[in-house]
T-cell receptor
Framework: GQNIDQPTEMTATEGAIVQINCTYQ??????LFWYQQHAGEAPTFLSY??LDGLEEKGRFSSFLSRSKGYSYLLLKELQMKDSASYLCAVLDSNYQLIWGAGTKLIIKP | GAVVSQHPSRVICKSGTSVKIECRSL??????MFWYRQFPKQSLMLMATSNEGSKATYEQGVEKDKFLINHASLTLSTLTVTSAHPEDSSFYIC???????????FGQGTRLTVV
């Protein structure tokens, strides 16, 4: 079956750095997404990786290793507004998005 | 970026009644719209894929007669929850593929509460 694993919850301090990991096992791979979702709101696109390596976008970076079925989202200079759930999703061979359960990130002052 | 407008954002209805949720693509044509349901602290669960001008494709376990999907135009898809029950209370979100075959554009979501 298809499976995406990410930690349920993480806590970090304002101004610090946090890395959210995601491992996946899917039927085919056409890219991996990271989305941010605040409570009661729809997800917001953060990043897309289809090739191995690191994609940097401001305070957020996303890394992919296809051979390991692994990705991480790196958040730098954490701000209180970064408190949210972070969803990892993989586009499978049928171009369907397979979603992880999300990682709730709690930022403390 | 592209915008998908979803309405209503919140709705409370009585058990046994029907509720319609609309999703409109505002600045692009969406031949496909995905409908998701999300229960608290859980991930998005794909319910169905609506295709303009044809019947929707439902995921296993989703009742076609209960969740009616209409995609009559390239800019509008609707989900009607018929004879709603309290267990249908959930967060419903639509999304449309973008111009690339990659990023999905989400509606704002609809919080449905059935009392």
């Amino acid at each position: 079956g298809q499976n995406i694993d990410q930690p349920t919850e993480m806590t970090a301090t304002e101004g610090a750095i946090v890395q959210i990991n995601c491992t996946y096992q899917t039927s085919g791979f056409n890219g991996l997404f990271w989305y941010q979702q605040h409570a009661g709101e729809a997800p917001t696109f953060l990043s897309y990786n289809v090739l191995d390596g690191l994609e940097e976008k401001g305070r957020f970076s996303s890394f992919l290793s296809r051979s390991k079925g692994y990705s991480y989202l790196l958040l730098k200079e954490l701000q209180m507004k970064d408190s949210a759930s972070y969803l990892c999703a993989v586009l499978d061979s049928n171009y369907q998005l397979i979603w992880g359960a999300g990682t709730k990130l709690i930022i403390k002052p | 970026g592209a915008v998908v407008s979803q309405h209503p954002s919140r709705v409370i209805c009585k058990s046994g009644t029907s509720v319609k949720i609309e999703c409109r693509s505002l600045d692009f044509q969406a031949t496909t719209m995905f409908w998701y349901r999300q229960f608290p602290k859980q991930s998005l669960m794909l319910m169905a894929t609506s295709n303009e001008g044809s019947k929707a494709t439902y995921e296993q376990g989703v009742e076609k007669d209960k969740f009616l999907i209409n995609h009559a135009s390239l800019t509008l898809s609707t989900l009607t929850v018929t004879s709603a029950h309290p267990e249908d209370s959930s967060f419903y979100i639509c999304s449309a593929p973008g111009s690339r075959t990659t990023e999905a554009f989400f509606g704002q979501g609809t919080r449905l509460t059935v009392v």
